[in-house]
């Protein structure tokens, strides 16, 4: 392993951001301070010790080009690069020690393959019905808050990217970029996820107006509503030397706050403003069902749950009418419940009996854990942060190669197991490791 001084400091810095440290067992401080001294036999030794964790994402940056990547953790190093600090601690940011994250990964081992030969796989449709809508592929590109911190063009890029290669796409709330202009980038309608405000007459104004921007659907995230402990943001945004205050309220992120640095800092975030002031409507106490009742009866969009991983709220949904859900954990960033999310998925297919759609995000990274959901009785699989890599790596034709990267393998695997519809893949494709 030859690495020259420069790009050596650059791993350690890259090593010592990486939330995956604590699963490493490798002490943050001890990694930087290495980088000081940049000692290539500590170095070489701090390699082999990430190594042996078998973690793809903790290889050196090294790809110059989009087209270069051989999967979607070429694009981590690159993007980390490129994004500041802070911005890359809310990016990469869990709850606590980040270890909901990790078990989100490690719950894909639990299955294993069992490919079927002999099939003619010569064609295959990877399709996806959802809503009377058809999409070339499953892999749904799902919200994730204010993509200008990872690059200039934010929303718009990812938008673009859905265009060309077709994705369905979720905007958040907290989105940098407006639904309208979002929809026009897309050439086409995307769902809006909802992050309820504290004024029901805001949330209604935003739900009218989404739908008058030709949103089919909106997710109303669920997962967030106790709030949530990110360390790693918080610790990050310290090593930040730039003045917070420029673009955000109050400075820096503190602790109790889940990924706004200021809840009340809209300045960046065209969904939250331009609403009439009427008299407020203010909710009593958090949302619960009552609350999805009301929304339900407020829109004629799809109405869908993000962030159940129980059977029996995956039924409760089915009672109110909700018409579709995302089990989620909010990509290990809501309570530290170091359940993965593809763990979770059975138990939430079962309790929907089968009557609405349910999609799967956490940890998508492979094709193979693609399968394993659409297996396991997804509908769909929804990605976050890998696309934001490419996003912060190369902008458009960042997020462009990793849905690229990510339908190829998973078609791969649909080829290998001798399935050539979705409907095809079923339990008997894997098996409890
Ligand atoms: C930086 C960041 C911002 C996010 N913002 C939102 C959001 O605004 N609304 C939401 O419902 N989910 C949000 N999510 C959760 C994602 O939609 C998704 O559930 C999660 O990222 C999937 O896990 P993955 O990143 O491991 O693929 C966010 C996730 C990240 C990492």
């Known amino acids: 392993m030859a690495l020259d001084p420069n790009s050596r400091r650059q791993f350690l810095a890259f090593l010592a951001g990486s939330p995956l440290l604590a699963a490493a067992g490798i002490d943050r401080e001890w990694l930087t301070s290495l980088g000081a001294t940049a000692r290539p036999d500590a170095l070489l030794q701090a390699a082999d010790t990430v190594a042996t964790a078998g973690h793809p994402v903790l290889q050196p940056p090294r790809i110059t080009r989009a087209a270069d990547a051989l999967d979607v953790f070429d694009f981590e190093g690159v993007a ?25 990964r490690a ?128 610790r990050e945004a310290r090593r930040d030397t730039r003045d917070c205050t420029k673009c955000h309220l109050g400075g820096a992120p503190l602790p109790g706050v889940s990924g706004r640095v200021d809840d009340r800092d809209n300045r960046r975030k065209p969904n939250l403003v331009g609403y009439e002031k009427l008299p407020p ?30 059977g029996e709220d995956a039924a409760l949904a089915v009672e109110h009418g909700v018409d579709g859900l995302f089990v989620s954990n909010h990509g290990g960033r809501a309570e530290n419940s170091r359940r993965a999310t593809i763990v979770s998925l059975p138990e939430v297919v079962q309790g929907t009996a089968g009557r609405i759609p349910v999609i799967c995000d956490g940890g998508f990274r492979r094709g193979t854990d693609v399968f394993k959901a659409m297996a396991l ?29 990510l ?25 409890a490791a």
């Open 107 to 234: 719950g894909f081992d639990r299955w294993t393959l069992k490919p079927r030969r002999l099939v003619d796989v010569s064609r295959i449709d990877a399709s996806m019905a959802i809503f009377g809508q058809r999409y070339p592929t499953p892999i749904i590109v799902n919200p994730l808050g204010s993509q200008k911190a990872f690059h200039k063009d934010g929303e718009l890029a990812t938008a673009k990217a859905a265009r060309a290669r077709d994705h369905l796409m979720v905007l958040s709330t907290v989105a940098t970029t407006s639904i309208e202009d979002v929809i026009a980038a897309r050439g086409g309608p995307v769902w809006f996820q909802l992050y309820h405000q504290t004024d029901w007459s805001i949330t209604k104004q935003m739900v009218k107006r989404v739908e008058r921007a030709g949103a089919p659907a909106i997710a109303f995230t669920v997962d967030l509503l106790g709030g949530s402990n990110r360390e790693t943001m918080i």
């Open 281 to 310: 409507q203010l909710e009593k106490g958090t949302p619960t069902w009552e609350f999805v009742d009301r929304l339900k009866q407020s829109t004629s969009m799809k109405v869908l749950l993000k962030g159940i991983v129980t």
């Open 377 to 405: 009785g997804a509908t769909g699989v929804g990605i976050g942060r890998p696309y934001i890599w490419g996003l912060g790596a190369f902008g458009q034709e960042g997020v462009e190669a990793v849905l690229a990267i």
């Open 407 to 431: 339908r190829k393998e998973f078609e791969l695997t649909m080829k290998q197991s001798g399935t050539t519809t979705l409907s095809q893949i079923s339990a008997r494709h894997i098996t």
């Open 80 to 104: 980390q690069q490129n994004i500041p600090v802070a911005h890359w601690g809310y990016l990469m940011t869990g709850t606590d020690d980040d270890g909901t994250i990790a078990a989100n």
